[in-house]
Protein backbone atom coordinates (compact mmCIF):
# COMPACT_ATOMS: atom_id res chain seq x y z
CA UNK A 1 0.00 0.00 0.00
CA UNK A 2 2.92 2.42 0.37
CA UNK A 3 3.96 2.74 -2.61
CA UNK A 4 0.59 3.41 -4.36
CA UNK A 5 0.21 6.07 -1.83
CA UNK A 6 3.78 7.21 -2.63
CA UNK A 7 3.12 7.00 -6.34
CA UNK A 8 -0.58 8.81 -5.83
CA UNK A 9 0.90 11.45 -3.84
CA UNK A 10 3.85 12.11 -6.27
CA UNK A 11 1.41 12.16 -9.01
CA UNK A 12 -1.15 14.30 -7.29
CA UNK A 13 1.56 17.47 -6.91
CA UNK A 14 3.71 16.62 -10.32
CA UNK A 15 -0.04 17.24 -11.78
CA UNK A 16 -0.65 20.08 -10.39
CA UNK A 17 2.41 21.86 -10.11
CA UNK A 18 2.42 23.00 -14.24
CA UNK A 19 -0.58 25.07 -13.74
CA UNK A 20 0.37 26.81 -10.55
CA UNK A 21 3.68 27.56 -12.58
CA UNK A 22 1.91 28.21 -15.59
CA UNK A 23 -0.30 30.74 -13.55
CA UNK A 24 1.94 32.11 -11.28
CA UNK A 25 4.60 33.18 -14.46
CA UNK A 26 1.55 34.38 -16.24
CA UNK A 27 0.47 36.20 -13.24
CA UNK A 28 4.11 37.91 -12.32
CA UNK A 29 4.94 38.61 -15.89
CA UNK A 30 1.97 41.15 -16.37
CA UNK A 31 2.06 42.24 -13.12
CA UNK A 32 -2.08 41.70 -13.03
CA UNK A 33 -4.38 39.29 -12.44
CA UNK A 34 -4.13 35.76 -15.04
CA UNK A 35 -7.32 36.54 -16.55
CA UNK A 36 -7.49 40.41 -17.16
CA UNK A 37 -4.09 40.73 -19.04
CA UNK A 38 -4.76 41.57 -22.64
CA UNK A 39 -2.51 38.84 -25.15
CA UNK A 40 -2.73 38.88 -28.70
CA UNK A 41 -2.77 35.71 -30.53
CA UNK A 42 0.47 35.27 -30.54
CA UNK A 43 0.73 35.32 -27.32
CA UNK A 44 -1.92 32.75 -27.09
CA UNK A 45 -0.23 30.21 -29.36
CA UNK A 46 3.06 30.90 -27.28
CA UNK A 47 1.50 29.90 -23.67
CA UNK A 48 -0.99 27.28 -25.49
CA UNK A 49 2.62 25.64 -27.04
CA UNK A 50 4.03 26.17 -23.53
CA UNK A 51 1.42 24.21 -21.72
CA UNK A 52 1.60 21.74 -24.38
CA UNK A 53 4.64 21.37 -22.86
CA UNK A 54 4.38 21.01 -19.53
CA UNK A 55 1.57 18.64 -20.24
CA UNK A 56 4.30 16.46 -21.78
CA UNK A 57 6.60 17.13 -18.79
CA UNK A 58 4.50 15.88 -16.23
CA UNK A 59 3.32 12.60 -18.27
CA UNK A 60 7.31 12.14 -18.39
CA UNK A 61 7.90 12.65 -14.91
CA UNK A 62 4.93 10.78 -14.13
CA UNK A 63 5.72 7.91 -15.82
CA UNK A 64 9.23 8.15 -14.68
CA UNK A 65 7.48 8.33 -10.88
CA UNK A 66 6.01 5.06 -11.80
CA UNK A 67 8.55 3.04 -13.01
CA UNK A 68 11.14 3.98 -9.81
CA UNK A 69 8.45 2.96 -8.09
CA UNK A 70 8.42 -0.46 -9.47
CA UNK A 71 12.13 -0.74 -9.62
CA UNK A 72 12.09 -0.06 -5.43
CA UNK A 73 9.65 -2.42 -4.87
CA UNK A 74 11.67 -5.38 -7.44
CA UNK A 75 14.72 -4.47 -5.18
CA UNK A 76 12.73 -4.91 -2.00
CA UNK A 77 11.03 -7.90 -2.75
CA UNK A 78 14.20 -9.58 -3.88
CA UNK A 79 13.62 -9.66 -7.61
CA UNK A 80 16.35 -7.65 -8.37
CA UNK A 81 19.61 -7.10 -6.65
CA UNK A 82 20.94 -3.48 -5.29
CA UNK A 83 23.33 -3.22 -8.72
CA UNK A 84 20.57 -4.15 -10.76
CA UNK A 85 18.02 -1.48 -9.28
CA UNK A 86 21.08 1.18 -9.75
CA UNK A 87 21.36 0.16 -13.52
CA UNK A 88 17.91 0.36 -13.92
CA UNK A 89 17.47 3.80 -11.84
CA UNK A 90 20.36 5.31 -14.01
CA UNK A 91 18.63 3.83 -17.31
CA UNK A 92 15.28 5.40 -15.98
CA UNK A 93 17.52 8.27 -15.23
CA UNK A 94 18.78 8.85 -18.76
CA UNK A 95 16.48 8.07 -20.45
CA UNK A 96 14.67 11.53 -19.82
CA UNK A 97 14.76 14.77 -21.65
CA UNK A 98 17.68 16.82 -20.60
CA UNK A 99 15.73 18.94 -19.09
CA UNK A 100 13.63 17.11 -16.86
CA UNK A 101 16.68 15.15 -15.29
CA UNK A 102 17.50 15.33 -11.59
CA UNK A 103 20.90 16.93 -10.91
CA UNK A 104 23.24 14.21 -9.51
CA UNK A 105 24.32 15.06 -5.68
CA UNK A 106 27.59 12.93 -5.66
CA UNK A 107 30.73 13.78 -3.96
CA UNK A 108 33.63 14.17 -5.58
CA UNK A 109 35.61 11.18 -6.48
CA UNK A 110 32.40 9.51 -6.26
CA UNK A 111 31.78 7.36 -9.55
CA UNK A 112 28.22 7.37 -11.15
CA UNK A 113 27.99 3.58 -10.73
CA UNK A 114 28.43 3.77 -6.85
CA UNK A 115 25.81 6.85 -6.94
CA UNK A 116 23.41 5.39 -8.29
CA UNK A 117 24.30 2.03 -5.75
CA UNK A 118 23.91 4.54 -2.88
CA UNK A 119 20.92 5.95 -4.34
CA UNK A 120 19.35 2.81 -5.13
CA UNK A 121 19.92 1.94 -1.14
CA UNK A 122 18.50 4.78 0.18
CA UNK A 123 15.60 4.99 -1.43
CA UNK A 124 14.95 1.18 -0.37
CA UNK A 125 15.36 2.26 3.39
CA UNK A 126 13.07 5.47 2.90
CA UNK A 127 10.33 2.78 1.31
CA UNK A 128 10.88 0.44 3.92
CA UNK A 129 9.75 2.95 6.84
CA UNK A 130 7.46 1.11 9.00
CA UNK A 131 7.58 -2.29 6.95
CA UNK A 132 8.00 -5.34 8.57
CA UNK A 133 10.50 -6.25 6.66
CA UNK A 134 12.73 -3.80 6.98
CA UNK A 135 15.71 -5.89 9.03
CA UNK A 136 15.77 -8.80 6.69
CA UNK A 137 16.13 -6.47 3.62
CA UNK A 138 17.99 -3.62 4.71
CA UNK A 139 20.68 -6.43 6.04
CA UNK A 140 20.59 -7.88 2.50
CA UNK A 141 20.82 -5.12 1.26
CA UNK A 142 23.96 -3.65 3.62
CA UNK A 143 25.56 -7.22 2.24
CA UNK A 144 25.59 -5.74 -1.13
CA UNK A 145 26.31 -2.57 -0.70
CA UNK A 146 29.75 -3.83 1.17
CA UNK A 147 30.42 -6.40 -1.72
CA UNK A 148 29.85 -3.49 -4.45
CA UNK A 149 32.03 -1.10 -2.31
CA UNK A 150 34.53 -4.06 -1.57
CA UNK A 151 34.90 -5.39 -5.17
CA UNK A 152 35.39 -1.00 -6.46
CA UNK A 153 38.13 -0.91 -3.85
CA UNK A 154 40.22 -3.58 -5.22
CA UNK A 155 39.47 -3.26 -8.69
CA UNK A 156 40.88 0.46 -8.25
CA UNK A 157 44.94 1.02 -8.77
Not at 4 to 23: E, N
Request: hydrophobic residues 45%.
Amino acid sequence: MKPFTTLVLCAGVVAALPAALYLADWAYASGQAPMSRNLTLADWLHEMRRFEQLESDRAVINSSTVEKVKIIADLIAGRLSLCGAADALRQECENKPPHLREQELRPSGQSIEEYFVRLAFLRADVELTDDPRRDVVLTRLRAELRDYLYAQATAQP
